[in-house]
């Protein structure tokens, strides 16, 4: 009967591209493990705020005043006072005119970019750029073309043929999920400037880090860029869950009327909200959080490469350590777990074929004392599993 996806997964298997879910018995820093303790790498947890008590009593108060859930779409009666101050408090802390929450990240990419890229029109894509901000392309029908990882001139030789009389859209991430480093921004804001394309920017693994009061990678001082639309999450520095559009107020109201995922899916739950607000206002109210986070980073990424692990340049909070295949990146993950390090491995179709990696995020609950024990740790397992000599 299931022959389908016993075939499928038989093959995924043989191409070392099978992936499982894994029980964790709670979230944070480090975590008890049958009895032992495990130093957790693998969370997007960046500001260490997903347990932070604030965060906490906020989200307990929401659930108390307002209950479990929105009840339904934000167009029929699920859109609370509550949504609209957090969409406020958010477009504060992204120095834009607007915002709009949706339920997720991923929702809010889907809908964005379906609302914005319709038939005739062209959207230039990063190649390394999020999944997805490649599904709300595909989902589109717009015409999609892909320019090598941050290469201008590859995106200007696109540009240059453009034969459009619709939109033309270019589409980034700031920091690459994967990779840990950033596009670009001043040389896509000029191009997007030059060839009158509208630009988003996916800013999920800045927001709370760069930028100032958090605002992400567009607004670091001295290199600000005021992209069209820059997407953010709620789910990885902010703590909780949830995504939204910074934008315009007009764009906003386009997105209102023309995104689906946000017309047709139910309003972000008052947890959801309560606790964004309240990360945005410990965000503003301990301005060096993010500086605090890329400094350790730094030192960390440091003492991986003096060890002779092929780390890339520090630009970020993420880092990949490359392995190339896919049978060796799961191998020297599991051989770090067993030394009670939670790495996970990164295969295809994630990051291209033979770049299978271990990727490592910091967070404020890894200590500078605990990174540099780590460090050690991941030079010895990476001596025995050949990965360096
Ligand atoms: C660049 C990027 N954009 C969007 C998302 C989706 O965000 P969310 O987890 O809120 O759905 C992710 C999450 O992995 C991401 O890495």
């Given at each position: 009967m299931n022959t389908f996806a016993e075939k499928e997964l038989a093959s995924l298997k043989q191409r070392g591209q099978l992936r499982d879910l894994y029980v964790l018995p709670e979230t944070g820093g480090q975590i008890t493990v049958d009895g032992r303790t495990v130093i957790n790498?693998?969370?997007?947890?960046y500001l260490d705020l997903a347990r932070d008590r604030r965060l906490k009593d906020a989200a307990i108060r929401t659930v108390e005043e307002l209950?479990?859930?929105?009840?339904?779409a934000r167009l029929m009666t699920g859109h609370l006072k509550l949504h609209e101050q957090l969409e406020s408090d958010l477009a504060q802390m992204m120095g834009t005119e607007a915002t709009l929450v949706f339920g997720s990240g991923f929702l809010t990419n889907l809908g964005v970019l379906t609302a914005l890229a319709k038939a005739g029109d062209e959207v230039y894509a990063d190649k390394l750029n999020h999944a997805s901000l490649i599904d709300g392309t595909r989902l589109s029908k717009a015409h999609s073309m892909r320019y090598l990882h941050k290469d201008l001139n590859h995106l200007e030789s696109l540009l240059k043929k453009s034969k459009t009389k619709g939109k033309r859209i270019i589409v980034s991430d700031?920091?690459?999920?994967?990779?840990g480093d950033i596009a670009p921004l001043a040389g896509l804001s000029e191009l997007a400037q030059r060839y009158d394309a509208l630009l988003v920017i996916d800013e999920a693994h800045a927001i709370g880090v760069m930028g100032e009061n958090g605002g992400g990678a567009c607004r670091i001082k001295g290199r600000e860029i005021k992209p069209d639309v820059v997407i953010g999450t709620?789910?990885?520095?902010?703590g909780g869950y949830g995504g939204y559009a910074a934008c315009s107020a007009s764009i906003r109201k386009f997105l209102i009327n023309n995104a689906r995922s946000f017309i047709y899916s139910t309003g972000l739950p008052p947890v959801c909200v309560g606790s964004g607000r309240e990360a945005v206002f410990v965000l503003k109210s301990n301005p060096n959080l993010g500086k605090t986070l890329l400094d350790r980073a730094e030192r960390f990424r440091d003492l991986l490469a003096g060890a002779g692990l092929n780390v890339p340049e520090f630009e970020s909070q993420i880092i990949p350590i490359l392995v190339g295949g896919n049978d060796e990146a799961v191998h020297f993950s599991q051989l770090l777990w067993d030394r009670g390090l939670l790495i996970k491995a990164i295969r295809p179709p994630t990051v291209p074929v033979g770049t299978s990696r271990v990727r490592l995020s910091i967070t404020l609950a890894l200590s500078d004392e605990v990174l540099s024990k780590s460090a050690d740790m991941i030079a010895q397992t990476a001596k025995k599993a050949g990965i360096i000599s």
């Open positions: 790498f693998s969370s997007n947890d209950g479990c859930g929105a009840t339904a700031s920091v690459f999920s994967m990779d709620l789910s990885k520095s902010l």
